[in-house]
């Protein structure tokens, strides 16, 4: 195909036909897309056609992509970013006067310790705009920007899609949150000795604290797993129950009143907390001054030396 042949394409298709190698699903194609099913089955006839191959083979509830599918689309994706990136370009974006909506993918302790300064410099400096909050972790950061779900995303965050790019924004600390009023720091005995309050998502009963405890030959005993940071401070109050947390969301929590917070007993490492966005709007003038705003009220340099 020549370059005038790409007049009779209608890009429209090749954007339907991205969306279902992501979503594997006419379904769930036409409500990411806004779209009736009967259009994106239409589109889907229409692209057949066009590629001359069935593209998409239905196994069970899934639609499984040909290998002339897998072929196209690889060829593809970089295409329609490189076109994005070529519009963005000649776009221009005021704050003041936007009414953006923004797709962002937060871990809770994020949105507990660190969006609510962020979301007032917004506020202050584009009032109409529109801020979505996705629930993200490392597990769910790389399909949730790979779907075009979020546009940038702050966690700590593991693989990511090969066409997106990250940003280390601060390392940080645990610290330990206690209610009760026993005098003086806890020892690593102590510590072990307590009961426990875990913040997990999926439910777990451990996490990279345990195992730093079993490499030194401990272990601690949780008692209590909830999904967010939120109740965390009326949960421990009145209890000798104590959670370890990231510093920033121990700093809200004891803000509050009810709570203090010590060090860790022991040599706990600090983990990465990573900025990720997608590569094909990595020059959308929007989209770098959200970024902008998130390094500035997210992120924390001095932890970064």
């Known amino acids: 195909m020549n370059r005038n042949d790409l007049r009779r394409v209608d890009f429209n298709l090749l954007i339907v036909f991205e969306t279902l190698m992501h979503e594997r699903s ?3 194609a036409a409500e990411k897309l806004f779209l009736g099913q009967p259009a994106i089955s239409a589109a889907l006839a229409r692209l057949r056609t066009l590629f001359d191959d069935p593209l998409f083979i239905r196994t069970g509830r899934v639609m499984e992509p040909t290998s002339r599918a897998e072929e196209i689309f690889r060829l593809l994706e970089p295409a329609l970013d490189s076109i994005s990136n070529a519009l963005s370009h000649t776009s221009e974006f005021d704050p003041a006067t936007s009414d953006a909506v923004f797709r962002v993918g937060l871990s809770d302790d994020v949105e507990f310790g660190l969006l609510p300064p962020l979301l007032r410099r917004l506020r202050a400096e584009a009032p109409n705009v529109v801020l979505v909050v996705r ?4 597990l769910l950061m790389p399909q949730l920007l790979s779907s ?3 546009s940038v995303g702050v966690c700590y965050t593991g693989e990511l899609p090969a066409n997106a790019k990250r940003k280390v924004l601060r390392r940080s600390k645990p610290r330990v949150l206690r209610a009760d009023a026993i005098p003086g720091a806890l020892s ?3 510590y072990c000795a307590r009961p426990h309050a875990l913040v997990s998502f999926a439910g777990d009963l451990s996490g990279y604290i345990d195992e730093r405890l079993a490499a030194l030959g401990c272990r601690r005993r949780v008692v209590l797993a909830v999904p967010q940071f939120n109740g965390l401070s009326a949960l421990l109050a009145g209890t000798d129950i104590i959670a370890t947390v990231p510093d920033y969301a ?3 929590l004891t803000a509050g009143g009810g709570l203090r917070e010590d060090d860790v007993p ?7 907390l990573s900025m990720a966005w997608r590569g094909a709007q990595d020059n959308d003038p929007a989209e770098r001054w ?4 998130i390094q500035m009220f997210v992120g924390d340099p001095d932890s970064l030396r």
């Open 148 to 150: 075009g779900e979020i």
């Open 266 to 272: 022991f040599d706990a490492p600090s983990f990465e």
């Open 135 to 138: 629930r993200a972790n490392y």
């Open 250 to 252: 121990a700093a809200v």
């Open 290 to 293: 959200l970024r902008s705003r």
């Open 188 to 190: 690593l005995e102590d």
């Open 26 to 28: 006419v379904t769930r």
